[in-house]
């Protein structure tokens, strides 16, 4: 007769191979700047570090539209979209850089304990 295995114990060995095929590379997440403000970004964010201490470089591509449309918003100003992009100009340019840097911040605070 056979010892019962944990669940737990199965499934973390099931994974095993995925985890060695994949220590060592490199993912790119893009998530939009709606995530920064949702309920689900903590969640996000921890699973990015799950995959980090396992091994695998990250980088997170942040999307900003909606913190850079309130950016300009907040300075009487309207976005300008061609085919569905934004076009940034010098009078927006300043409210843009502003509104995009918003989800870096958030993400470095929420990692970090500060949020």
Do not use: C
């Not at 969640?43 to 995959?51: F, I, P, S």
């Amino acid at each position: 007769m056979s010892p019962k295995i944990d669940p737990f114990v199965q499934h973390f060995r099931a994974s095993a191979p995925y985890i060695h095929a994949h220590r060592g590379r490199t993912f790119v997440i893009m998530f939009g700047g709606e995530a920064v403000a949702s309920k689900d970004l903590r969640t996000l964010l921890y699973d990015v570090a799950l995959l980090h201490s396992l091994g695998v470089r990250i980088v997170l591509v942040a999307g900003a539209r909606p913190q850079i449309d309130a950016s300009l918003h907040r300075r009487g100003r309207s976005p300008k979209y061609v085919n569905g992009l934004r076009v940034t100009g010098s009078i927006t340019n300043t409210p843009a850089s502003r509104g995009a840097s918003t989800p870096k911040r958030f993400v470095n605070a929420s990692t970090t304990g500060r949020s």
